[in-house]
């Protein structure tokens, strides 16, 4: 049964307590003009009735849902919540969504080729079949590439040939004329690629990238890369 006494109001703390939330966010609502100042008791301490319940129920709800703070509704619309605002908060959910599975895609991706976040996402269906150094080489070409550029090289490494073999495998000592006989096999694909995706003969090509990847390969497969690029200008193999 009642004890009969009128009721007068939640404190701050215990509004809190009762929405699970702290009396630092009740007071940050206040200052935002999401929540009203509520009357004061005799002693000066706030006293939030039922309409302030709802109304802190209503923000807290809000914003775990994600709609920010600066897209919750005013106090005297706080029964009115804009289709607008929800249809917006819909479409951001949607899109976080989407992030989500394509994250998802990638992770999965990664897992089965073993790759721990050194190849590019375009990149992953031929990640199995990198050496090291294409792991680098295409890690550093996602930094300049568009996306269809991307999705062009996992095409092109996907085309695999005895002579790519044959390169990387190549000795840093190998003579000269392994060296030229190695960029007269390699240049027919070379041209052929390079008459196809035209951009693998602007700055970002491959064609180009020898002395940025002078890191990378060593100093026989720079000597065969350089041969196959000036094959490519000249047509011709010196």
Not at 30 to 56: F, I, Q, T, W
Not at 58 to 70: E, F, T
Not at 79 to 85: D, F, H, L, N, S
Not at 180 to 200: G, V
């Amino acid at each position: 049964m009642g004890t009969g006494r009128p009721f007068e109001g939640w404190s701050t703390r215990q509004l809190a307590e009762l929405t699970g939330t702290t009396s630092k966010a009740i007071r940050y609502y206040h200052s935002l003009g999401l929540l009203a100042e509520p009357d004061r008791g005799p002693n000066g301490y706030k006293k939030y009735a039922v309409p302030d319940l709802l109304r802190l129920m209503q923000i807290k709800r809000l914003r775990d849902l994600g709609l920010p703070l600066s897209r919750n509704p005013e106090p005297d619309a706080a029964e009115t919540v804009t289709g607008a605002a929800l249809e917006s908060l819909d479409q951001d959910i949607q899109l976080t969504m989407r992030r989500l599975e394509e994250s998802r895609r990638v992770l999965a991706a990664m897992r089965r080729s073993g790759d721990a976040g050194q190849v590019s996402a375009e990149l992953l269906g031929v990640a199995d079949d990198l050496a090291a150094q294409e792991r680098a080489l295409t890690s550093l070409l996602s930094l300049v590439l568009t996306p269809e550029q991307l999705a062009d090289l996992a095409k092109i490494l996907a085309g695999h040939s005895d002579e790519d073999d044959e390169f990387r495998d190549l000795p840093a000592d190998a003579d000269e004329a392994t060296i030229a006989d190695l960029a007269a096999r390699l240049a027919p694909t070379a041209r052929s690629l390079m008459a196809e995706h035209s951009w693998l003969a602007g700055p970002t090509g491959e064609a180009d990238a020898v002395d940025v990847f002078s890191d990378i390969y060593n100093p026989a497969q720079l000597a065969v890369m350089k041969r196959v690029r000036e094959a490519t200008r000249d047509d011709v193999i010196e």
